[in-house]
């Protein structure tokens, strides 16, 4: 059973706290797919994206951690079972973006780039869905993984850990 193999993993998603409706359907869609897979879910534990992607996760059974900015586990939206409380402030966007062994981005602002930054600096792939795009000296950067939807974005987040 493909849940049994996946036990284990961890992955990050990431988006922005004000998103779309499109957004919020994409990240609760891959928490579905995480969840159904056994994998554990990581975000920033605050709303839009973050609620979106724990709330699919916990409508399946999934485990879901919250790495707060702040300073209180009330902070947390209702569906993440594992808050961690930073007081970092943005800063804890490197502890959310290395947290994972791959990042599903959808959508985001700055704080999201932020962490796909962080993400790509120490090697952790990171899947895109409507999310940013990089280029280097005018020439498109491919390190950011298209994936077009939420199945095949947690599709290409696994087989890239499997690959190591």
Avoid: H
């Avoid at 554990?40 to 485990?63: K, P």
């Avoid at 981005?105 to 899947?127: D, F």
């Amino acid at each position: 059973m493909a849940m049994d193999m996946e036990r284990g993993l961890f992955i990050t998603v990431i988006g922005a706290s004000d998103c779309s409706a499109e957004e919020t359907r994409l990240a609760e869609e891959v928490g579905r797919e995480l969840a159904r897979r056994g994998v554990t879910l990581i975000c920033g534990g605050l709303e839009g994206v973050m609620e979106a992607a724990c709330r699919g996760a916990a409508s399946q059974g999934g485990v879901t951690i919250g790495i707060l900015p702040g300073n209180s586990r009330k902070d947390a939206n209702a569906y993440v079972q594992i808050p961690i409380v930073t007081g970092m402030g943005y800063s804890r966007n490197a502890i959310v973006a290395k947290s994972g062994q791959a990042v599903i981005a959808i959508g985001g602002s700055y704080g999201t780039l932020s962490e796909i930054a962080y993400a790509l600096q120490s090697g952790t792939p990171v899947i895109g869905l409507g999310t940013w795009s990089l280029a280097r000296g005018g020439v498109t950067e491919s390190s950011i993984i298209v994936a077009l939807n939420p199945a095949d974005a947690v599709e290409k987040a696994l087989g890239l850990i499997r690959r190591g």
